[in-house]
């Protein structure tokens, strides 16, 4: 365990993590570095995603559960792409240990530009709730979308929930207050895989992994709040905020080399 102060930098970050994380994604954005800052160069990058999964998990796991009290998203409608999700997150987080994340770092610059780009153009986009397929066929995309994500969530992670919630509206269409309550169910779904892979090959520290839960669990019930009580515009303004720093934090690593 590190010493108190780091614990206590740890678990704030945790906390606005899970708060960040259930409005717009990007929880990964806050803890995973914070992790990084907080252990010695030679701790093993898959034990750091160990222990931000479990709180992540514990995290998603609260927003999850006041989405669906809110009855924003029915559980048949989650059922399907929180499956894939894991299956997505379960092969890509056994890849994690044989490939480098880091490859992966200039495509995810590029995406999280268009990303913002095309949100930042579009100023109606997501407000309203327009669904643009039918019902099967819906299901049939959202599936896909959360099987995709998943195994990039497994084998890197940082904006995962960004990218869902993205995806649910550009493709989908729905507004970004659903969007956000289908991506965290996947979310939750993808998290649980990954971290069931690397707690089975004992890549995790439990007792500070244990407190991490405990402060991401209450921001991301806190977060789920907010967005509920705010709506679709809170969500798109927040979702853009967390876009722009994970694209600046990103594209820093790409040029840095780090």
Avoid at 18 to 27: C, E, H, Q, T, W
Avoid at 84 to 106: F, T
Avoid at 207 to 212: F, K, P
């Amino acid at each position: 365990m590190p010493g108190a102060e780091v614990v206590a930098f740890l678990a704030l970050a945790s906390g606005l993590a899970g708060f960040i994380d259930a409005v717009a994604g990007g929880g990964g954005l806050i803890l995973l570095p914070a992790l990084l800052l907080g252990f010695p160069a030679s701790t093993p990058i898959t034990t750091l995603l160990g222990t931000n999964k479990f709180a992540a998990f514990t995290g998603t796991s609260a927003a999850t559960w006041q989405f669906v009290k809110a009855d924003l998203v029915g559980w048949r409608e989650l059922a399907g792409p929180v499956v894939a999700a894991m299956a997505g997150s379960a092969v890509g987080a056994r890849m994690a240990y044989g490939i480098d994340p880091s490859i992966l770092k200039p495509a995810m610059v590029v995406l999280l530009v268009g990303m913002l780009v095309f949100t930042l153009l579009r100023p109606g986009h997501g407000r309203v709730h327009a669904p643009r397929f039918a019902a099967k066929t819906g299901m049939v995309l959202s599936v896909a979308i959360a099987l995709c994500l998943g195994f990039y969530d497994g084998i890197f992670g940082p904006g995962t929930g960004s990218l869902l919630i993205f995806l649910n509206v550009s493709i989908l269409g729905y507004d970004f207050l659903r969007s956000s309550a289908l991506a965290k169910a996947a979310n939750w779904g993808s998290n649980l895989a990954a971290l069931v892979v690397f707690m089975w090959h004992g890549s995790w520290m439990p007792g500070l992994a244990v407190m991490l839960a405990v402060s991401n669990l209450l921001g991301g019930m806190a977060g789920a709040r907010f967005a509920i009580g705010q709506g679709s515009a809170w969500v798109r303004r927040v979702f853009v905020g967390v876009v722009a720093l994970l694209l600046v934090r990103l594209a820093w690593q790409v040029l840095s080399g780090t």
